[in-house]
């Protein structure tokens, strides 16, 4: 029986043995998230299934209950378990546990989180089970998915969607233990001693394609008489493959071992020939112990591969694909310890259990309100983080900018590898009042830094300037950053993706919004609000993108090779910067961990001076950059530039009157529409608001591009406080 105030999560899989999945589950439920938290693993147990995953828990320390293989008497099992047990949240792996422990958590109101851990549709009956579960699913607290790239293709809600991702740990293997390792699969299954081995390892189903395997080795047979190619695995296929390899010595088919990951450092090659799958757990142990590997680029695999392929990635379904890079490999043994060594550190800094561990706990946290886990919790060894300058150029935001330094400094992120840059452009408020109070007791360095120029360009500037960061992320002092995390989440995506700029969703959603500023930030985030291509409000984005309306973050690279902020933008100044970030090839990646949140202007006024300024800074942008004008950027000036000369016209051209009146009404039905949509989902409020909201947004944008033009651009030398830092 549990204790008063102790979190315990249940772990639910059906297992007939302990494979890569289970090996996972494994991992997760041993982690150590404080004496308040038991993590537990149960199964559905009779003579073919269960007890081997019930056992491994067992024998790691993890508590662990049985429940009965009958899915009507492990439901009743089940809910009545959850309710003595005080049961405070449960995760299932697989159709089954999916199926059964989303009814009885819905039915003892507790959180369910699904792992989606693969789908096999390996005969009608399992198939129709998959069915059901993928029914079931949009019932879940949450959706986990194993990659970035799986959970994009999730059609379940994006605040119902998480990523825990398969991990392991690196193997560092000294070359004794290498050369034993060597000896023992090659006599274990009488393989001569100086030959090749080229394996593949998994259940013997078709979704796994180890027939395409077999058909590449059947072509590299007779050029390499040293090879041999051998197959790890039992399933519905064995039958199948053995007749197809029948008379091909140099094919085997081992058939299941459980001590195959201590037998893979000896191999020369592992090839995974998967037609569907996420994050291969055999691609992911021949990584960790530097096993050169060809595979599928199916699923997360290319994700696992990286921005500079660890893995010879081929297309699925395709023997002679397989077959050419095999034998590229075998041909070239240094080629082959390069991917192996890039590979084992790619799993080294970027798979390792302490990431898995840090995803757990974010999908805790968001489930479980009282969950608490221990303070020290490290993706990467401090040593590895790289240092962060956090740069926010700021006027007058004394209402607050005490709240954005108390967010940054509860960032779980090293103390001493981030610092804060505060570029106050001559506040006359208190805001450096309290920005210096708040330095004096911070556990980090925060330098106030004047910005006599008051413009957020030169700000950002003199962040670049004087900040001593790897990578460098802009702030602003009037927002709510998203997570205690985001500082980790940028380390982790820099070092995840490779990309040397990030972007950020940025939606208008403070709660503390008025009725009034709701309804500006729903029209600004709808298409006629601002336009088809920009990606700042959504945070449905988790890819490669554009940078021009996102970026925020960048790596000392991306000054290196574009510059640093045109300090002749009063706004719109990190549009024309990304867009030159764009020109240069610089990969830019967008991920929803790196949302901040934005409060829309307070009223009309307010809204139309800022679409002013927008204006302006997009006459600039075109003015500097030719290849940057639109057919979208001239629609605002040329409708405020027409309207008014039809006004003027009209009382001398009747034909212009109707052309007025035409042009204003096509104009209308367009915000009507498109304000109709809004209240339909939101309310009738917008029937009204929608239309002149609309309106203030438009002729902002256009009077300011008139503005722009009038006054012109002309480059603007760098400051010389932004270079000196005084």
Same mark, same amino acid.
């Given at each position: 029986?549990?204790?008063?105030?102790?979190?315990?999560?249940?772990?639910?899989?059906?297992?007939?043995?302990?494979?890569?999945?289970?090996?996972?589950?494994?991992?997760?439920?041993?982690?150590?998230?404080?004496?308040?938290?038991?993590?537990?693993?149960?199964?559905?147990?009779?003579? !073919?299934?269960?007890?081997?995953?019930?056992?491994?828990?067992?024998?790691?320390?993890?508590?662990?209950?049985?429940?009965?293989?009958?899915?009507?008497?492990?439901? $009743?099992?089940?809910?009545?378990?959850?309710?003595?047990?005080?049961? &405070?949240?449960?995760?299932? !792996?697989?159709?089954?546990?999916?199926?059964?422990?989303?009814?009885?958590?819905?039915?003892?109101?507790?959180?369910?989180?699904?792992?989606?851990?693969?789908?096999?549709?390996?005969?009608?009956?399992?198939?129709?089970?998959?069915?059901?579960?993928?029914?079931?699913?949009?019932? $879940?607290?949450?959706?986990?998915?194993? &990659?970035?790239?799986?959970? +994009?293709?999730?059609?379940?809600?994006?605040?119902?969607?998480?990523?825990?991702?398969?991990?392991?740990?690196?193997? +560092?293997?000294?070359?004794?233990?290498?050369?034993?390792?060597?000896? *023992?699969?090659?006599?274990?299954?009488?393989?001569?001693?100086?030959?090749?081995?080229?394996?593949?390892?998994?259940?013997?189903?078709?979704?796994?394609?180890?027939?395409?395997?077999?058909?590449?080795?059947?072509?590299?047979?007779? !050029?390499?008489?040293?090879?041999?190619?051998?197959?790890?695995?039992?399933?519905? +296929?064995?039958?199948?493959?053995?007749?197809?390899?029948?008379?091909?010595?140099?094919?085997?088919?081992?058939?299941?071992?459980?001590?195959?990951?201590?037998?893979?450092?000896?191999?020369?090659?592992?090839?995974?020939?998967?037609?569907?799958?996420?994050?291969?757990?055999?691609?992911?142990?021949?990584?960790?112990?530097?096993?050169?590997?060809?595979?599928?680029?199916?699923?997360?695999?290319?994700?696992?591969?990286?921005?500079?392929?660890?893995?010879?990635?081929?297309?699925?379904?395709?023997?002679?694909?397989?077959?050419?890079?095999?034998?590229?490999?075998?041909?070239?043994?240094?080629?082959?310890?390069?991917?192996?060594?890039?590979?084992?550190?790619?799993?080294?800094?970027?798979?390792?259990?302490?990431?898995?561990?840090?995803?757990?706990?974010?999908?805790?946290?968001?489930?479980?309100?009282?969950?608490?886990?221990?303070?020290?919790?490290?993706?990467?060894?401090?040593?590895?983080?790289?240092?962060?300058?956090?740069?926010?150029?700021?006027?007058?935001?004394?209402?607050?900018?005490?709240?954005?330094?108390?967010?940054?400094?509860?960032?779980?992120?090293?103390?001493?590898?981030?610092?804060?840059?505060?570029?106050?452009?001559?506040?006359?408020?208190?805001?450096?009042?309290?920005?210096? !109070?708040?330095?004096?007791?911070?556990?980090?360095?925060?330098?106030?830094?004047?910005?006599?120029?008051?413009?957020?360009?030169?700000?950002?500037?003199?962040?670049?300037?004087?900040?001593?960061?790897?990578?460098?992320?802009?702030?602003?002092?009037?927002?709510?950053?998203?997570?205690?995390?985001?500082?980790?989440?940028?380390?982790?995506?820099?070092?995840?993706?490779?990309?040397?700029?990030?972007?950020?969703?940025?939606?208008?959603?403070?709660?503390?919004?008025?009725?009034?500023?709701?309804?500006?930030?729903?029209?600004?985030?709808?298409?006629?609000?601002?336009?088809?291509?920009?990606?700042?409000? &959504?945070?449905?984005? +988790?890819?490669?993108?554009?940078?021009? &309306?996102?970026?925020?973050?960048?790596?000392?690279?991306?000054? *290196?090779?574009?510059?640093?902020?045109?300090?002749?933008?009063?706004?719109?100044?990190?549009?024309?910067?990304?867009?030159?970030?764009?020109?240069?090839?610089?990969?830019?990646?967008?991920?929803?961990?790196?949302?901040?949140?934005?409060?829309?202007?307070?009223?009309?006024?307010?809204?139309?001076?800022?679409?002013?300024?927008?204006?302006?800074?997009?006459?600039?942008?075109?003015?500097?950059?030719?290849?940057?004008?639109?057919?979208?950027?001239?629609?605002?000036?040329?409708?405020?530039?027409?309207?008014?000369?039809?006004?003027?016209?009209?009382?001398?051209?009747?034909?212009?009157?109707?052309?007025?009146?035409?042009?204003?009404?096509?104009?209308?039905?367009?915000?009507?529409?498109?304000?109709?949509?809004?209240?339909?989902?939101?309310?009738?409020?917008?029937?009204?608001?929608?239309?002149?909201?609309? $309106?203030?947004?438009?002729?902002?944008?256009?009077?300011?591009?008139?503005?722009?033009?009038?006054?012109?651009?002309?480059?603007?030398?760098?400051?010389?406080?932004?270079?000196?830092?005084?």
């Amino acid at each position: 029986m549990s204790m008063s105030g102790h979190l315990r999560i249940l772990h639910l899989r059906a297992s007939p043995f302990v494979g890569g999945p289970e090996r996972q589950i494994l991992r997760c439920a041993a982690f150590d998230f404080g004496e308040n938290v038991q993590q537990i693993v149960g199964s559905f147990v009779d003579e !073919h299934e269960g007890k081997d995953l019930l056992d491994a828990a067992g024998a790691k320390g993890i508590e662990t209950v049985s429940f009965s293989p009958g899915s009507r008497t492990a439901l $009743a099992q089940l809910r009545a378990y959850i309710r003595k047990e005080n049961i &405070s949240m449960l995760c299932t !792996h697989g159709f089954k546990a999916d199926v059964l422990g989303i009814i009885a958590g819905r039915r003892e109101s507790i959180p369910v989180a699904s792992f989606l851990r693969g789908w096999t549709a390996q005969d009608w009956k399992v198939r129709l089970y998959e069915q059901l579960d993928r029914s079931m699913l949009p019932f $879940a607290s949450a959706v986990v998915a194993l &990659s970035q790239s799986q959970a +994009e293709k999730l059609k379940a809600p994006r605040e119902k969607r998480h990523v825990v991702t398969n991990v392991i740990e690196t193997r +560092e293997l000294s070359a004794d233990a290498s050369a034993a390792a060597r000896r *023992d699969i090659r006599a274990r299954f009488g393989l001569p001693a100086e030959s090749r081995v080229v394996v593949c390892a998994g259940r013997l189903s078709p979704e796994k394609g180890t027939k395409y395997f077999v058909q590449a080795a059947q072509e590299l047979t007779s !050029h390499y008489p040293d090879v041999r190619f051998t197959i790890f695995g039992e399933g519905i +296929e064995k039958a199948s493959l053995a007749a197809a390899v029948s008379g091909t010595p140099s094919i085997v088919l081992a058939g299941h071992i459980t001590d195959f990951k201590e037998l893979l450092p000896g191999a020369d090659v592992l090839v995974n020939p998967s037609l569907m799958e996420e994050m291969p757990n055999v691609v992911l142990e021949a990584m960790s112990c530097g096993v050169p590997v060809i595979a599928t680029a199916v699923g997360g695999v290319a994700e696992l591969a990286g921005p500079d392929p660890t893995i010879v990635l081929v297309p699925p379904a395709d023997p002679a694909a397989i077959s050419q890079k095999l034998a590229r490999l075998l041909d070239s043994p240094t080629e082959a310890r390069s991917f192996a060594a890039a590979a084992q550190n790619r799993i080294r800094t970027c798979y390792s259990p302490e990431k898995q561990k840090s995803e757990l706990e974010a999908l805790f946290e968001r489930l479980l309100p009282a969950f608490a886990p221990a303070s020290t919790k490290p993706v990467q060894s401090v040593r590895e983080l790289p240092f962060i300058t956090v740069a926010m150029p700021v006027r007058n935001e004394e209402k607050h900018i005490q709240k954005v330094l108390d967010a940054l400094l509860k960032q779980e992120y090293p103390k001493d590898k981030y610092e804060i840059i505060i570029a106050d452009g001559e506040s006359t408020d208190r805001t450096r009042e309290i920005v210096e !109070h708040v330095a004096r007791t911070a556990p980090l360095p925060i330098r106030l830094i004047n910005n006599p120029r008051r413009l957020s360009s030169a700000g950002r500037n003199i962040g670049i300037l004087n900040g001593r960061g790897d990578i460098v992320a802009f702030i602003d002092g009037h927002c709510i950053i998203g997570s205690d995390r985001w500082l980790r989440n940028v380390a982790d995506l820099i070092q995840e993706t490779g990309a040397a700029c990030l972007c950020r969703p940025q939606p208008l959603d403070d709660p503390a919004n008025t009725s009034f500023q709701d309804m500006i930030a729903k029209c600004r985030g709808s298409v006629l609000g601002h336009g088809l291509d920009s990606s700042i409000f &959504s945070q449905d984005n +988790e890819r490669f993108i554009d940078p021009t &309306s996102s970026g925020a973050v960048y790596t000392r690279q991306v000054f *290196d090779k574009v510059g640093i902020y045109d300090e002749a933008f009063d706004a719109a100044e990190d549009v024309e910067f990304n867009h030159r970030v764009r020109q240069s090839g610089l990969k830019s990646y967008i991920s929803p961990r790196l949302t901040i949140h934005y409060a829309p202007r307070a009223d009309l006024r307010g809204l139309f001076k800022q679409m002013m300024r927008y204006g302006q800074g997009r006459f600039r942008l075109i003015a500097k950059h030719r290849d940057a004008i639109s057919l979208s950027q001239f629609v605002p000036p040329a409708f405020v530039a027409w309207m008014i000369l039809a006004v003027v016209l009209s009382a001398f051209v009747p034909l212009a009157r109707w052309a007025f009146l035409g042009t204003l009404s096509i104009y209308l039905v367009a915000v009507i529409v498109s304000s109709i949509a809004l209240a339909v989902k939101h309310g009738f409020r917008f029937l009204w608001g929608g239309p002149v909201i609309y $309106a203030t947004i438009h002729v902002g944008l256009g009077v300011g591009f008139w503005k722009g033009l009038f006054s012109g651009y002309k480059p603007v030398p760098v400051t010389a406080a932004a270079r000196s830092g005084v």
